[in-house]
Protein backbone atom coordinates (compact mmCIF):
# COMPACT_ATOMS: atom_id res chain seq x y z
CA UNK A 1 0.00 0.00 0.00
CA UNK A 2 2.34 2.86 1.07
CA UNK A 3 5.77 3.20 0.12
CA UNK A 4 8.49 3.41 2.56
CA UNK A 5 9.29 7.11 2.99
CA UNK A 6 13.00 7.63 5.05
CA UNK A 7 11.67 9.58 8.08
CA UNK A 8 14.24 10.81 10.41
CA UNK A 9 15.01 11.32 14.22
CA UNK A 10 17.33 13.09 15.99
CA UNK A 11 18.11 13.69 19.50
CA UNK A 12 19.15 17.10 20.98
CA UNK A 13 20.82 17.16 24.08
CA UNK A 14 20.53 20.27 26.66
CA UNK A 15 24.15 20.96 25.60
CA UNK A 16 23.07 21.42 21.54
CA UNK A 17 24.73 18.34 20.91
CA UNK A 18 22.38 16.56 18.07
CA UNK A 19 22.34 12.60 17.49
CA UNK A 20 20.63 12.26 13.73
CA UNK A 21 19.13 9.03 12.63
CA UNK A 22 17.53 8.10 9.17
CA UNK A 23 15.21 5.65 9.65
CA UNK A 24 15.81 2.45 7.12
CA UNK A 25 13.75 -0.51 6.00
CA UNK A 26 14.94 -2.53 8.78
CA UNK A 27 13.76 -0.41 11.77
CA UNK A 28 9.72 -0.90 10.89
CA UNK A 29 8.14 -3.15 12.48
CA UNK A 30 6.42 -6.19 9.97
CA UNK A 31 3.09 -3.83 10.35
CA UNK A 32 5.13 -0.74 9.15
CA UNK A 33 3.53 1.33 12.03
CA UNK A 34 6.39 1.30 14.33
CA UNK A 35 10.24 2.49 13.88
CA UNK A 36 12.30 1.23 16.00
CA UNK A 37 15.89 3.89 16.15
CA UNK A 38 18.87 1.68 17.96
CA UNK A 39 21.19 4.21 19.50
CA UNK A 40 23.96 4.04 22.01
CA UNK A 41 26.17 6.42 23.88
CA UNK A 42 23.66 9.25 24.91
CA UNK A 43 25.22 11.51 28.41
CA UNK A 44 23.96 10.57 31.46
CA UNK A 45 22.03 13.27 33.77
CA UNK A 46 20.90 14.89 30.37
CA UNK A 47 17.61 15.65 28.92
CA UNK A 48 16.96 15.14 25.17
CA UNK A 49 14.80 16.36 22.92
CA UNK A 50 13.32 14.03 20.57
CA UNK A 51 12.84 15.74 16.57
CA UNK A 52 10.60 13.74 14.23
CA UNK A 53 10.24 15.14 11.10
CA UNK A 54 10.08 13.23 7.34
CA UNK A 55 7.75 11.10 7.49
CA UNK A 56 5.08 11.27 4.90
CA UNK A 57 1.23 9.21 4.55
CA UNK A 58 -0.14 7.47 1.67
CA UNK A 59 -0.36 10.35 -0.77
CA UNK A 60 3.47 12.09 0.24
CA UNK A 61 2.10 14.87 2.61
CA UNK A 62 5.13 14.97 4.75
CA UNK A 63 4.66 15.21 8.61
CA UNK A 64 5.71 18.71 10.56
CA UNK A 65 8.37 18.92 12.58
CA UNK A 66 7.61 17.37 16.13
CA UNK A 67 9.76 18.21 18.92
CA UNK A 68 7.07 17.40 22.04
CA UNK A 69 8.83 14.90 23.33
CA UNK A 70 11.62 14.64 25.63
CA UNK A 71 13.47 12.45 28.25
CA UNK A 72 16.09 12.51 30.68
CA UNK A 73 18.71 9.83 31.31
CA UNK A 74 19.56 8.63 34.40
CA UNK A 75 21.96 10.32 36.76
CA UNK A 76 25.28 9.35 36.11
CA UNK A 77 27.91 9.70 39.25
CA UNK A 78 31.01 11.11 37.65
CA UNK A 79 34.30 8.96 37.52
CA UNK A 80 36.38 10.18 41.20
CA UNK A 81 39.15 12.04 40.03
CA UNK A 82 42.73 11.07 40.80
CA UNK A 83 44.50 14.08 41.36
CA UNK A 84 48.13 13.97 40.69
CA UNK A 85 48.05 10.50 38.96
CA UNK A 86 48.49 11.25 35.43
CA UNK A 87 49.81 8.60 33.24
CA UNK A 88 48.14 5.26 33.93
CA UNK A 89 50.04 4.01 36.82
CA UNK A 90 49.57 4.06 40.86
CA UNK A 91 52.13 6.10 41.85
CA UNK A 92 52.73 10.14 41.95
CA UNK A 93 56.46 10.29 40.87
CA UNK A 94 57.99 12.10 38.48
CA UNK A 95 57.04 11.01 35.29
CA UNK A 96 53.80 12.56 36.44
CA UNK A 97 55.70 15.81 37.12
CA UNK A 98 57.29 15.92 33.90
CA UNK A 99 53.60 15.30 31.87
CA UNK A 100 52.17 18.28 33.46
CA UNK A 101 55.32 20.17 32.72
CA UNK A 102 55.76 19.67 29.11
CA UNK A 103 51.22 20.09 29.13
CA UNK A 104 52.23 23.32 30.62
CA UNK A 105 55.13 23.86 28.17
CA UNK A 106 52.48 22.87 24.85
CA UNK A 107 54.75 19.72 24.29
CA UNK A 108 52.29 17.10 24.83
CA UNK A 109 48.19 17.20 24.93
CA UNK A 110 46.58 15.48 27.70
CA UNK A 111 43.30 13.31 28.04
CA UNK A 112 40.31 15.64 29.83
CA UNK A 113 40.90 12.39 32.78
CA UNK A 114 44.32 13.56 32.74
CA UNK A 115 43.48 17.46 32.60
CA UNK A 116 41.27 16.93 35.38
CA UNK A 117 43.85 15.04 37.54
CA UNK A 118 46.85 17.46 36.67
CA UNK A 119 44.33 20.88 37.57
CA UNK A 120 45.33 20.37 41.48
CA UNK A 121 44.90 23.38 42.71
CA UNK A 122 41.42 23.22 41.12
CA UNK A 123 41.71 27.24 39.41
CA UNK A 124 40.93 26.66 35.44
CA UNK A 125 43.59 25.60 33.97
CA UNK A 126 47.21 24.12 33.99
CA UNK A 127 49.72 26.76 35.26
CA UNK A 128 53.24 26.11 36.75
CA UNK A 129 51.78 25.85 40.01
CA UNK A 130 50.08 22.74 38.96
CA UNK A 131 53.28 21.46 37.96
CA UNK A 132 54.99 22.92 41.64
CA UNK A 133 52.27 21.00 43.85
CA UNK A 134 53.05 17.77 41.91
CA UNK A 135 56.44 17.91 42.51
CA UNK A 136 56.01 19.26 45.91
CA UNK A 137 54.24 15.94 46.49
CA UNK A 138 55.97 13.62 45.27
CA UNK A 139 59.37 14.93 47.19
CA UNK A 140 56.83 14.57 50.12
CA UNK A 141 56.21 18.15 51.16
CA UNK A 142 52.64 17.72 51.32
CA UNK A 143 50.32 14.90 51.71
CA UNK A 144 47.24 16.13 49.73
CA UNK A 145 46.17 19.09 46.97
CA UNK A 146 44.74 22.44 47.59
CA UNK A 147 41.84 21.13 45.26
CA UNK A 148 41.08 18.04 47.57
CA UNK A 149 41.40 20.45 50.79
CA UNK A 150 38.73 23.19 49.45
CA UNK A 151 35.22 22.08 48.65
CA1 LIG B 1 52.21 8.25 37.77
CA1 LIG C 1 45.60 24.62 37.87
Known amino acids: M ?54 SDADGNVMVLDSNNKFTTEYVEPAAVLYGYINDDDIIDIIDVTMVYQYYRQKITLTDAQFRAANVDGDGGITIADVELIYQFYRHKISKFPVETSS
Open 2 to 55: SKLTAGMVSLTAANHETKTFTTTANMWSADGKTVTVPYSDLDGSTEYTVNISGF
